[in-house]
């Protein structure tokens, strides 16, 4: 099982851009899929490629998250301040995108619960990672954001602070009570908002690109 990140880039996610993805990783992956990220809770689950429109790289419709258990079959998830959440164990993987909405609709437990329901996932042997995303310290908040992340019950003292949200901790806690290992959830990147090189929208508005997050399983 692979995790890959990659670089910002100008504009929407095109098709383009993944078909040149990969063929890049190509023969060790043979079709991307992606969804048509809503800010939810949603999460759907893909197949082989035979059974998604064949090989090539296809958006799969609205969700906020994608569980496949199919050999060379990529999931992506393209991001610009959100988290990008992939994760893997026992021959199942999940890329999961993860803004505060998505956060406190418990997307990180709708995905480890797919995982487990239809590819026997259990959750201490989950491997986490946490890709790039803005930082408690850039990410100011309203109370309502607090209070609808707060309803789902971790310390608010390890991902809140005077107004300041860090998602990332947020869901490294979020996972621990799930039943993942602290040592099984990694972090990855700096933050988004203050580093040039990466998409972030607080920082850039509607002109902000997107990085790309990729999880898969190899031919």
Request: glycine share 16%.
């Amino acid at each position: 099982m692979l995790f890959a990140l990659g670089p910002a880039a100008a504009g929407p996610p095109p098709e383009a851009r993944a078909g040149a993805l990969r063929l890049s990783l190509a023969p060790a992956l043979g079709a991307l899929r992606w969804g048509r990220q809503v800010h939810g809770g949603m999460i759907v689950s893909v197949d082989g490629p035979a059974g998604n429109g064949g090989a090539g790289a296809a958006c799969v419709g609205p969700c906020d998250g994608l569980v496949t258990a199919a050999r060379g079959l990529g999931l992506l998830v393209w991001t610009a301040d959100c988290v990008p959440v992939l994760m893997a164990g026992d021959g199942a993987v999940a890329a999961v995108h993860a803004g505060w909405r998505g956060c406190a609709a418990d997307i990180a437990g709708v995905a480890l619960r797919r995982l487990e329901a239809e590819h026997g996932v259990a959750a201490e042997r989950l491997a986490v990672v946490l890709g790039p995303a803005i930082s408690g310290a850039a990410y100011r908040v309203g109370p309502e954001v607090v209070a609808a992340l707060g309803r789902l019950g971790p310390d608010p003292s390890g991902w809140h602070d005077g107004g300041h949200v860090d998602l990332r901790n947020f869901l490294t806690a979020r996972f621990a009570a799930l039943g993942v290992a602290p040592e099984r959830i990694e972090r990855v990147g700096p933050c988004t908002a203050s580093t040039p090189e990466l998409a972030s929208f607080r920082r850039d508005g509607a002109t902000a690109g997107r990085q790309w997050s990729l999880v898969y399983r190899p031919l």
